[in-house]
C-alpha cells in the first residue's frame, strides 16, 4: 500500500530522483521553458509551484529554502525579484504542459513544460499566435495613423511647392516675352536705320 506517497519512482533511486529534479528546476526557472517527457513534466510542476509560492512569501527562510533545491543562487534571486509581479494575481496554475507527440528512437511521450506569466490586470498571456495577431492589427492601425498624420503634413507642403512652381512659371513666360519684345524693337530700328539706295541721275545730253 503506497499511501502518502505522492512522488513518481522513474525508476531511478531517491538521490537520483532528487538530484535530476533539483538540476531540471534550475533550468526551468533559467530558461522558462524545459522540453522533457511527459511523466517527468507532470512531476516537475509540483516541484516548480512550490517554489513558487515560497517565492511570493519572499521572506529569509523561504529564501533559504529555495537555496536548498536551486542550484544557482542568481535563479533564486531572479525568481524571488520577480514572483509577485509575474505570478502575485494567481494561486495556482503557474506552468503549463504542451504534449509533443513521440520522440524519435525509443517513441517516449514529450512535452513541454513553460512558466505562465500573469498580467498585472489579472489575465494570462495569449498564445504566441493571438499575440502576433493582435501585434500586426495595432501595427497596421498605427502605420495607418502615421500615414493620415503624414499627408495632413505633406499638403501645406505640397501646395507651397505648386504655387512656387507656377510663379516661376509665369515669371520665366514674363521673361520670355520680354525677350521678344526688345528683339523686335531692335529689328525695327535696324530696318529704319537702314540708308536709302541713291540713284545715279542721268545726264542729258
Do not use: C
Amino acid at each position: 500500500m503506497r499511501h502518502r506517497k505522492a512522488s513518481l519512482k522513474l525508476n531511478r533511486t531517491t538521490s537520483h530522483r532528487n538530484a535530476m529534479f533539483r538540476n531540471m528546476v534550475t533550468s526551468l526557472f533559467k530558461h522558462e521553458r524545459i522540453r522533457t517527457t511527459g511523466a517527468k513534466a507532470k512531476e516537475l510542476r509540483r516541484w516548480a509551484d512550490h517554489l513558487i509560492t515560497l517565492a511570493k512569501r519572499g521572506d529569509l527562510h523561504a529564501r533559504r529554502q529555495a537555496l536548498a533545491i536551486v542550484r544557482e543562487k542568481q535563479v533564486v534571486h531572479k525568481l524571488f525579484e520577480e514572483a509577485n509581479e509575474k505570478f502575485g494575481h494567481s494561486a495556482g496554475g503557474y506552468t503549463r504542459i504542451v504534449k509533443l507527440g513521440r520522440r524519435t528512437g525509443d517513441a517516449a511521450p514529450m512535452s513541454l513544460i513553460e512558466l505562465v506569466v500573469v498580467e498585472s490586470g489579472g489575465k494570462k498571456k495569449t498564445k504566441k499566435k493571438a499575440t502576433k495577431h493582435g501585434a500586426a492589427k495595432s501595427k497596421t492601425a498605427a502605420a495607418k495613423k502615421t500615414a493620415a498624420d503624414t499627408k495632413d503634413v505633406k499638403k501645406p507642403a505640397e501646395k507651397k511647392k505648386v504655387k512656387t512652381e507656377s510663379k516661376q512659371k509665369s515669371e520665366t513666360k514674363k521673361k520670355a516675352a520680354a525677350k521678344k519684345k526688345t528683339v523686335k524693337k531692335a529689328v525695327k530700328k535696324k530696318i529704319v536705320k537702314k540708308k536709302p539706295v541713291k540713284t545715279k541721275a542721268k545726264k542729258v545730253r
